[in-house]
């Protein structure tokens, strides 16, 4: 009985399939740390916040994992087996009538060695149903939120909460049709049911900067059976952007505050930053590709496309791959590790576009300022401009010394002044964007 685990995206680690306690998940993001100072700020925000108190009564509620060839025929104890060898898996599963697949936005970029067009391409399968009692999970998030049954907002705790949830589906593949015309394979997918592969691309037609790609399953499969590539050429501008405080107001200092916003609330954007992003779209014209890069685990990946996609540029959301599906796990993927977790995203999308000039956009509740600052210096000259949203709300921020001006030169220490910029109002940003731009033209 397997929940769908968290999404492995990463170039440098291989998929992880154990299911933490809730211990061993926190150690997960400590041995070897290499940023000892945003970890610690981290660590006192959680202890001033009392996440581990939420995460207990959280952790309460996550289903037993039991051997998954207790429950299942003899056919997909096969399928579970070899889904251990992930992409050497000689007999794939295919997607059923009965199974949600996921097909993840990416950005399209062109091998440096071959000049031909390549993306990374994620998908996920799993099961429509879950084997697990939905109810108790709904119940947990409510009280913690002091809700019950006859409010109006318990019903979108049971459809967030549903790909906490779902059964994974090991070692399945999925067909896809890119552009309309070009089949591709994607996986098989591994013990989490979850497929990562480079594909070679056809050039768009008539240099349509969108190219969609639909998946070929059977009548009742549901999900995201659409996705869409962006064509990046190699030279131009780009923009990296945090998600959770920076655009949406999440409450990343609050272990309620994240409940309350990921599972029951309206998402909504921090004020002036649409009107922001449209105008640096403006001025660094259409062409330019876009990432969203948060903590947020990929279990939230519908929830959070919507929300861009009602809100902000096109682009590719990367999150993170550390879950372990369960809802403690939540709140710590969130809140710890987060330095090391973005700097290793980065140093991806710089393998991809290392000829792009990056402007990078962040905010002061999490350890953005510490992670734009060491990209800045791996990579000389290929950030251009930071921008930190400080955050003033306490209930957003945990601890004041976020805010603090040393903390800024800290994490700037090597980076040109002119070259970052810590704003209230987004307002504030506009004349710095255009001046790096017409700089860097």
Not at 5 to 13: D, H
Not at 80 to 95: E, F, H, I, T
Not at 194 to 219: C, Y
Request: with cysteine.
């Amino acid at each position: 009985m397997h929940r769908l685990p968290a999404f492995s995206v990463s170039y440098k680690r291989p998929y992880t399939t154990n299911h933490h306690p809730l211990s061993r998940l926190k150690m997960a993001f400590t041995p070897n740390y290499k940023y000892k100072r945003a970890l610690d700020m981290q660590k006192l925000t959680r202890k001033e916040r009392r996440f581990d108190e939420t995460e207990r009564e959280l952790h309460g509620v996550s289903k037993a994992v039991f051997p998954i060839t207790s429950i299942i025929g003899a056919k997909d104890k096969a399928y579970d087996v070899l889904s251990y060898l992930g992409k050497k898996n000689p007999l794939p599963r295919n997607v059923s009538a009965q199974d949600t697949v996921w097909l993840l936005d990416n950005t399209a970029y062109r091998n440096e060695k071959t000049g031909r067009w390549e993306a990374e391409h994620i998908a996920a399968t799993f099961s429509q149903h879950s084997s697990c009692t939905v109810v108790d999970a709904v119940g947990s998030v409510a009280d913690r939120l002091d809700l019950d049954e006859s409010d109006p907002s318990y019903p979108a705790i049971e459809e967030r909460i549903r790909p906490f949830l779902q059964d994974i589906k090991p070692g399945a593949q999925v067909k896809v049709l890119h552009g309309g015309q070009t089949p591709l394979k994607l996986g098989p997918g591994g013990r989490n049911g979850i497929s990562n592969d480079i594909k070679r691309l056809p050039s768009s037609d008539g240099g349509a900067l969108l190219v969609p790609s639909f998946a070929e399953v059977p009548r009742g499969a549901n999900g995201l059976l659409e996705m869409r590539t962006f064509y990046a050429e190699p030279e131009g501008w780009g923009v990296i952007s945090d998600i959770d405080d920076t655009i949406k107001i999440t409450q990343t200092s609050d272990p309620i505050g994240i409940l309350r916003t990921t599972f029951v609330d309206t998402p909504q954007v921090c004020p002036g930053m649409p009107q922001l992003y449209r105008r640096i779209q403006t001025v660094i014209e259409d062409s330019s590709p876009w990432f969203y890069l948060s903590a947020s685990p990929y279990n939230l990946y519908p929830f959070l496309r919507e929300f861009r996609q009602q809100n902000y540029p096109h682009g590719t959301i990367i999150l993170r791959d550390s879950s372990w599906m369960s809802l403690s796990g939540l709140l710590t993927t969130l809140t710890l590790g987060t330095e090391d977790y973005k700097v290793d995203r980065m140093q991806k999308i710089h393998s991809w576009l290392p000829k792009r000039k990056m402007i990078c956009i962040g905010d002061s509740t999490q350890s953005d300022p510490e992670a734009y600052g060491e990209i800045y210096r791996e990579f000389p000259g290929w950030v251009k401009l930071i921008l930190i949203r400080k955050v003033e709300d306490i209930a957003v921020i945990g601890i004041e010394a976020k805010n603090e001006p040393e903390r800024f030169e800290k994490a700037f220490e090597g980076v040109p002044r002119d070259a970052w910029h810590v704003f209230t109002d987004p307002a504030e940003c506009d004349r710095l964007v255009q001046n790096v731009v017409a700089k860097s033209p």
